[in-house]
């Protein structure tokens, strides 16, 4: 049996940018376009173009992707032409090969929003989609309130719809932009439209998740024949979100009857990057994982019901749907120690760090790992941490120095000019090879702008590492996220930087503690201790014959 | 037309309890139950008593409830009768008016997992159940892997399920254990159960999130016939969690065909409690609500996209499929870079700050917005700041306090045990009345543990603000929320703190800066302004006066 194409349409960087508290910048949107084209959907909508500048210079800025790049824009205002609308222009200069434009399909919205008459509407539908394929782009259409709308008014809504199917559109959305309706009601009025002349294989739904229900009535919409899905990364969106393409896509590729039935740009191995993608959004959006997302959570395979966990050991079809190591994701047991350890073996060969099986350090380092854990640590992406921890216990870290101590100030008054200013200066005293050494910074930065506690710290402490300075004089921090990983005033702050050096690696390191100067303290150190011993610097000899 | 009733089973306190990371206590089953009773649900499970310690003694000191009291177990155990097995004896000690008891019905799991025959499984559920009714308790039956037990062997699974019913069992909840089967399996398998001869008002479903379709496979499975629905507050549950009682109950009261079908125990006034209840359950795990929650969440009404936002000041049905209000949550037109002069007005209505159409101050706080947010800042969730910022450019923000200066220092030393440790220290100075006050404080809480310059901050700019201090005292941090606008040695620091007060109001802040410490600061001082405006506590007569 031949499968039948299903087209995925992402929105990440325009609806899911209407999330409450999200602001892509440019350098987000240019990273999530391409974990979005390495997971393989066909279709990424980059914003507006026109509407605000970010939108407008990622479209000038934006990537090579493999798949069709769209600006989003509305169909033409009413008494100008296509031609001479100046919003829709700025749409069409993006230059991408395919333009989706939102147009009005309930009559309420078009009277009561627009004010215009019912025909004047169809016309501008007809007359942008029109316009948009003369230019030789693709056409998509966004028939917004389209559900609620056709309830309303069925002849009117499927009016709108023919419009811009017979102008030449290559899609017609059917979007159910308030998202109450259910999806028995999705499924039924697909098979209605369907009925009435629109070929599925030119539809698409755009669902919401004001009823926890998107996911839901993508599926109603497929099985009643649409062939293209809307959705985002981690159900971003207005209000409750748009259908979560992180939870939809793995059921479309190893849940019956879609994985018969269907096939999606979408590869088995791509599936695997799941997990990574999820995580990925939430690092940029600086959001914690939501544990219980369906199959990415840390808790989606996670077994913790003793009658539950003493089955998986048995065998793991007994209480998961499908095998976590398809999504990337991975069983959490407790208690399973045979597991773990095989696991951190696998973890530190990719290190280049070979133990041998039933090392006692292992078990040592699987209950360090909890014990940090458990404090507000994490080892996800903090990668070099974990090896300076894993070598630690394994006796292979070498105490290249000291801090004996750092004292860091800042100060905010009003300066010659009257105004407020703020300076921060630090003082790190470290030991190296029995040697004491003394460095003061200040966190003035070209512009003369105070950068902060951190910064001061970070200059002191890289000042005069005196053996160790040209190995440390090539690093760059290039990312510093902050994590509030309790709440109120027992607030305990993670922080992870991510640092390069001069042939390009990239390390993460992790601190943690309720003084943010300390946990941003603790993983520059790593930072510093992990790049010594990547260079394998060699410590003075002073410093092994001890102090 | 005479409604169905549908009950609704809450399983919080057990299946909830498998969430990861979750443990109740006593204490907080104590009040969950009490809110679930408040809410009108028709059933509490309450735990497994025997299992663990704090099930028994929940089991001992429940409170009086509305609803009917749940004891949960396991069928009696092969090879023992139901009066001699020392389990069922635990729960049946209980002393509950209903037990429900967990039982298999697919046969992998008879075989594999319990290790007994069929017909022994078979037995024990029908012995089990005929003991609970026989010691004239109400006997319900979880049908443990239903689904995938009556894909695997239909005719075994309906064979348990008619053991449990014969037996005199009120209720056989089938179960969707593993999460793995979506709406239209479970629609289709519900329709052949109930044409098998068990009635559709003696069964229940009880689903799991793990395709993020548990409240759509609930509902297909009311739409088949079930009339008892299995959930838990906020989803909580083994790995991806529940059916959601929180999103379910609001659809089954207002959305069609529902609300017009069946009827609950929850009222139409009681559904006003679901926002608190949702905030409340979060209250006690400590937990972040999440903002995209349907129905409750603070973002299920935010409407940020411009044309969204216009549409709903001239009538919220554009943009809303219920209103917010029946489930006591509240609409939010935020300000962001695509909102207009009419939202404005709109959002400092609802903040009591009434402004006439065309007052040029209008402009102005757009263009303050707009600027603020390149910097960095963003006003959607910091409601309060963005109120302070409108207040000011309209001329009615009082200058309660001036800071002159402040100096933090945070020192990391060894201390007399040899040990490292941190200590933070801050001296605010600020002129009240034209009165300089001077104030110093360290960041060590009770346990002697450093909790950071910004503690240290608080604490002192708290400490002495004289003819304010009553107002400011009954002031809490709650919550504090770090993220980095912009990567590497440019980053910026975004701070947004949210306060509470004595009376429960709850406000958010924003301060921004490369500097962290200034952020905070900066977030810290508006909390404390806009506390001030809000009690409209009066200025000293010598601030009024000038310097």
Redesign the interface.
């Known amino acids: 049996m031949t499968k039948d194409r299903l087209y995925l349409y992402d929105t990440t960087l325009r609806d899911g940018q ?4 999200v ?1 892509f ?1 440019t ?1 987000d949107k240019m990273e999530i376009a391409e974990a979005l084209d390495a997971l393989g959907v066909d279709y990424i909508e980059g914003g507006w173009p026109g ?2 500048p970010t939108d407008s210079a990622f479209f000038e800025a934006r990537p090579e992707t493999r798949a069709t790049f769209t600006a989003f824009g ?1 169909t033409k205002r009413a008494g100008m032409s296509a031609e001479n609308d100046d919003v829709l222009a700025a749409v069409l200069n993006a230059g991408t090969s395919a333009v989706c434009l939102v147009g009005k399909t309930h009559d ?2 078009v009277e ?2 627009l004010g215009i008459t019912l025909p004047e509407n169809v016309e501008n539908i007809a007359k942008s989609v029109a316009h948009i394929v003369a230019q030789g782009r693709e056409a998509l259409f966004d028939a917004e309130h389209f559900f609620d709308g056709y309830k309303a008014n069925p002849a009117y809504a499927l009016e709108c719809l023919r419009a811009a199917h017979d102008a030449g559109a290559r899609w017609s959305v059917l979007c159910d ?8 009601e999705i499924g039924r009025i697909v098979s209605e439209v369907i009925a009435a002349g629109i070929p599925g294989a030119q539809l698409g739904i755009h669902t919401h ?9 993508s ?2 919409a497929i ?1 009643a024949g649409v062939r293209q899905v809307q959705g985002t990364l981690n ?1 971003l969106g ?4 748009n259908a ?1 393409l992180i ?2 896509i ?2 479309l590729l190893l ?1 019956e009857p879609y994985a018969s039935l269907y096939e999606t740009g979408v590869s088995m191995t791509a599936l695997k990057g799941m997990t990574r993608t999820a995580r990925l959004l939430d690092d940029i959006l ?1 959001r914690v994982p ?6 990415v ?9 003793g ?2 966990a003493s ?1 998986i050991i ?2 793991p079809s ?5 095998d976590p190591s398809a999504v990337g994701n991975s069983r ?1 047991v407790p208690m399973s120690n045979q597991a773990g350890q095989s696991n951190l073996r696998e973890r530190l060969r990719e290190m280049d760090v070979q133990v041998e099986k039933g090392n006692p350090a292992l078990g040592r380092i699987l209950d360090v790992v909890k014990a940090r854990e458990t404090e507000g640590y994490s080892y996800d992406t903090a990668q070099a941490s974990f090896e300076l921890l894993a070598r630690r216990e394994l006796g292979q870290l070498p105490d290249f120095f000291e ?12 300066n010659k000019e009257n105004r407020m200013v ?1 300076l ?1 200066e630090a003082v790190v005293v470290v030991k190296i090879g029995g040697e004491k050494r003394l460095s003061v910074s200040e ?1 003035m ?1 070209e512009t003369g ?7 001061a710290l970070a200059k002191a402490l890289a000042k005069d590492l005196g053996p160790y300075q040209a190995a440390i004089d090539e690093m ?9 990983t ?4 027992e ?1 305990v ?1 993670r922080v992870i930087i991510d640092s390069e050096d001069a042939q390009g690696a990239r390390w993460s390191t992790v601190g943690v ?6 946990a941003s ?1 603790e993983a520059l150190l790593d930072a510093i201790n992990w790049k010594l011993l990547r260079d394998r610097v060699q410590i003075p000899q002073r410093a092994l014959a001890g102090e």
Chains 1, 2 share one sequence.
Do not use: W
């Open positions: 209407q999330t409450q508290g602001q910048s350098g509407a605000n509305m309420f919205h009561r929003a932009t308030n998202g109450g309706t259910l999806p028995v998740n004001d009823t926890d229900n998107a996911i839901a009535g599926l109603a099985d159900g207005e209000r409750c979100g979560n939870a939809l793995p059921t849940k600086n939501q544990k219980q997302s369906p199959y959570g840390a808790s989606a395979f996670a077994h913790k019901a009658l539950h089955a048995k065998d007994t209480y998961e749907h499908v959490i801090v004996k101590r750092y004292k860091v100030t800042v100060e905010r008054r009003k703020s921060s966190s930065d702008s105070d950068r902060g506690p951190v910064n760059r921090l290039v990312d510093f996220k902050v994590r509030i309790q709440g109120g005033t607030a702050t503690s309720p003084n943010i100067v300390d303290f």
